[in-house]
T-cell receptor, first 111, second 114 residues
């Protein structure tokens, strides 16, 4: 069974701080990695995708990928209370395009 | 901005009844998906659909489930004989893989089986 593992949290950070969210995956052949945000009772919304080792930045968000360690992370700079949500890490299942999600990390940004 | 829509937002049914969940994907998207999320659990893939046929399905997607694109706009998930454990939020997603690999999710249908 190919797994995507995340710490469930909650991760609590003060407003303005950096939030660091981590994810590990078991399938060494995985090539595509996604971070989704899910507010309570809502559907997942894509924040970022990353395919190559290293960092990818988009505004306040930075995704980091280390395929050798099978590790992907998401950094949120200048965290805002509106960032409070569950962050889902996902990889493609097998060789297709179905997403295999982790259970998500709950982030709480306190004013 | 175009978005995926789903109806109904909430469906309550009796165990053993058939339900049909409806989705209208984004108009120029060609790849369609159904996922479900049982309360408090992770989002799970059910099935993907392309070119009028199933391209992938999970072990959850057994003979009780079927999908259809009955016309040029709708994409449906049918559960033939619902069980209590089918109670979940069901998300439809669509994708235009030619330009991006972003799967856009609809708002979901909450299915409650009594």
């Amino acid at each position: 069974q190919k797994e995507v593992e995340q710490n469930s949290g909650p991760l609590s950070v003060p407003e303005g701080a950096i939030a660091s969210l981590n994810c590990t995956y078991s399938d060494r052949g995985s090539q595509s990695f996604f971070w989704y945000r899910q507010y309570s009772g809502k559907s997942p919304e894509l924040i970022m995708s990353i395919y190559s080792n290293g960092d990818k930045e988009d505004g306040r968000f930075t995704a980091q990928l280390n395929k050798a360690s099978q590790y992907v992370s998401l950094l949120i700079r200048d965290s805002q209370p509106s960032d409070s949500a569950t962050y889902l890490c996902a990889v493609y299942k097998d060789s297709g395009y179905a997403l295999n999600f982790g259970k998500g990390t709950s982030l709480l940004v306190t004013p | 901005e175009p978005e995926v829509t789903q109806t109904p937002s909430h469906q309550v049914t009796q165990m053993g009844q058939e339900v049909i969940l409806r989705c209208v994907p984004i108009s120029n998207h060609l790849y369609f998906y159904w996922y479900r999320q049982i309360l408090g659990q992770k989002v799970e893939f059910l099935v993907s659909f392309y070119n009028n046929e199933i391209s992938e399905k999970s072990e959850i997607f057994d003979d009780q489930f079927s999908v259809e694109r009955p016309d040029g706009s709708n994409f449906t998930l049918k559960i033939r004989s619902t069980k209590l454990e089918d109670s979940a939020m069901y998300f439809c997603a669509s994708e235009n893989r030619a330009s991006t690999d972003t799967q856009y999710f609809g708002p979901g249908t909450r299915l409650t089986v009594l």
